[in-house]
């Protein structure tokens, strides 16, 4: 390991001297993980408090000790009698805090020591892959799994990108404060996941206005997401988080099962010549020539999550996506300063208006067509039907996140769940929990 390591240093430094163009490249093995204990069972984790303005949507649990839950603020929490947490319209989740009933006062402790422990071990992680990479900048880069190290700040004013597979670690060991520009982006490829990433900040964090951030954040001081920020990770702070109008997602982790060895098959047994007749044989029928195959070409574009609802190039990547998909379009506030995919809804821009509202109505009416219930945990074909409407309303950042994080499928899980009670909420269908029931059903053959 310390091989490959000093020789991706070393080859930084002569592409850094001698001044190559294009992204920047670092090659490294990936340490171990970090354990996070029980402080892993949230979304968001804070000792002083977690405070939000605006349109916020929380996906997972939330806790904070050892302040109190009037700590917790713009959530309009919901507290029953000797209840061991709280809810909020706001979180697709749990809400835990010191004064509530057993057993939640030990188990936020914990979760609060789990969190400084989890610290303590990643920021004190050696062997770094890099040092002082970039003088603390790092956007436009393409960095493999590793340990980084900064004596510094590290600023993102452009993409960074991630790339690795499904089981590989990142470290990032920032000493001072770390700041993503308005509009940045953190960008996985290659299977890399958000669970796996982690941000380690003795400074404050901060994600500029609509910025996509991937990772768990662990903070030493505090992590504030300005206005309609998306975080797909953790938020763990030893003093508070602070939102305004934000999405932040829960991270599921998939593991990368290697493939199976194939076994070699065992030779057929030569078969025992056939004892000749003396009938002459008759001439054997000349065998049909084969039909010559024409190999297809490769296509040069990709196909991976960022190429959903037809976008010409994927919203994850940056890359083409294949020749065959669908041209579907968008005008909208996202298509601004002539950008070639909406930052709103992820789909390509058009100069032409009206396409995206073609892309709802066909949506509308596909779901009218969805005669079952569908809910959390179920998995079944009319399940994309259904998020694919969710993400043509484009109604909040629930449905945004949808749109611009995963790929429509046909699993019902938190995401949905989050979209569809946001959309419920936006039109008004009561009890806006996330649910596609009969209710909802008998709206959408009235409205669409």
Known sequence: MKIVNKVSVLAFAVSFVLGLAGPTVIFAAGP?????GSAGNFTILAKTGISTTGTTSVVG????????ATYITGFALTLPAASAFSTSALVTGKVYAPGY????PANITTAVSDMQTAYTDAMGRTNPTATELGAGNIGGMTLAPGIYKWSTGVTIPSDVTLSGSANDIWIFQIAQNLDVSSAARVILTGGAQAGNIFWVVAGQTTLGTTSTFNGNILDQTAIVLNTGAVLNGRALAQTQVTLDSNTILFPTLTVATPAPSVTPAVPATPA???VPTVTPAVPATPATPAVTQTTATTATSVVDTGCVSGNKFST?????????ATTAETTDAGCLSGNKFSIV?????????????????????QIKAVM???????????????????????????????????????????????ALAEFQAAVGISPAVGNFGAITRAYMSSHY
Do not use: H
């Open 316 to 324: 994850v990547t940056g890359k083409n996506c294949v020749a065959v």
């Open 61 to 68: 649990d939330m806790g904070v000790s050892p302040a109190a």
């Open 372 to 418: 079952k219930n569908l809910r959390k945990g179920i998995r079944d074909a009319e399940v994309k039907t259904l998020q694919d409407f969710l993400v043509s309303q484009n109604k909040g950042p629930a449905a945004q996140a949808l749109a611009n994080i995963t790929e429509t499928t046909t699993y019902f899980g938190e995401m949905t769940r989050a």
């Open 345 to 365: 809804t992820g789909k390509n821009c058009n100069s032409e208006a009206g396409t995206s509202a073609n892309v709802s109505i066909s949506s509308g009416q």
């Open 101 to 104: 009933a057993d057993p939640t």
């Open 32 to 36: 171990s993980t970090v354990n996070l």
């Open 272 to 274: 025992t010549p056939a």
